[in-house]
């Protein structure tokens, strides 16, 4: 996301297909109460016991059900700026009647600083768009200054994961969170990157690096 002129621009895809019927139906029924809107973030309360999760970019948003569905009492909050995977996933929490996801169909950058300090737990960040050519680069999601922003809004010792089967984007991750105080990178089991956590599925990117014989990074950050 850029900023120019005080408007907003935003590399990449926003919208797919026409919205069926059915799907223009769902979201006029369903959108106000499961699509977060920015005057309810202070009515999100602050979870004790459970934990709060973010999954930025979350495509399809087919781990988010699943994780959700196996972590009833967690709160997850989606971010993805693609409209159809949003209503896709909308799809999915009507029809499966799940209570415990919220989704941000817009840049993760328009809303990451409203949320309460020390707020998530685990934050998720699978497969992002490389834009592998150098003069690309300032379109990369993971940037200083958004780490400064999911720094902000992670509790001590919350996880940063992040995969990527794309050469660029791997050197790019740990250049970026190499040179912080607030992120340790930390290995998991024995190596540094580690096979996918169980918690996890395969996503689309995932299964497509696979099916392409790639190999998929995955890096694990602790929050100091
Ligand atoms: C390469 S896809 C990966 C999708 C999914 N995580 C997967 O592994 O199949 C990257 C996703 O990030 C989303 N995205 C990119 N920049 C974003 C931003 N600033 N805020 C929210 N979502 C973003 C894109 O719309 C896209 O769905």
New binding site residues.
């Given amino acids: ?1 850029f900023l120019k002129k005080n408007k907003i621009f ?1 590399y ?3 919208k797919g297909r026409k919205l069926s019927s059915s799907n223009i139906k769902l979201l006029k029924d369903y959108s106000q109460k499961f699509y977060l809107q920015e005057d309810q973030l202070h009515k999100i309360k602050f979870n004790e016991n459970n934990k709060n999760i973010l ?6 948003g087919m ?1 988010l059900v699943h994780m959700s569905l196996n972590r009833p009492n967690d709160l997850f909050i989606g ?4 409209y159809n ?1 949003c209503v896709k996933l909308l799809k999915q929490i009507v029809m499966q009647n799940i209570r415990n996801i919220k989704i ?1 169909p ?4 328009l809303i990451i600083k409203k949320f309460k300090r020390n707020f998530f737990d685990l934050i998720l ?6 834009w592998p050519k150098k003069k690309h680069k300032k379109r990369r ?1 993971i940037q200083q200054k958004f780490l400064d922003d999911l720094s902000k809004v992670m509790r001590h010792e919350g996880k940063l994961i992040i ?1 990527t089967d794309h050469d660029v984007m791997k050197s790019w991750v740990l250049e970026q969170l190499h040179i912080r105080r607030d992120f340790t990178w930390v290995k998991n089991g024995f190596n540094y990157e580690n096979e996918k956590p169980k918690c996890i599925i395969n ?6 690096a696979l099916e392409n014989d790639n190999v998929v990074n995955w890096f694990f950050f602790k929050k100091n």
């Fill in positions: 996301m935003f990449g895809r926003r999954e930025i970019g979350f495509g399809n781990n971010c993805d700026v693609y995977g941000w817009n840049d993760i950058n960040i699978l497969q992002p768009d490389p999601l995969s996503t689309k990117y995932t299964c497509k």
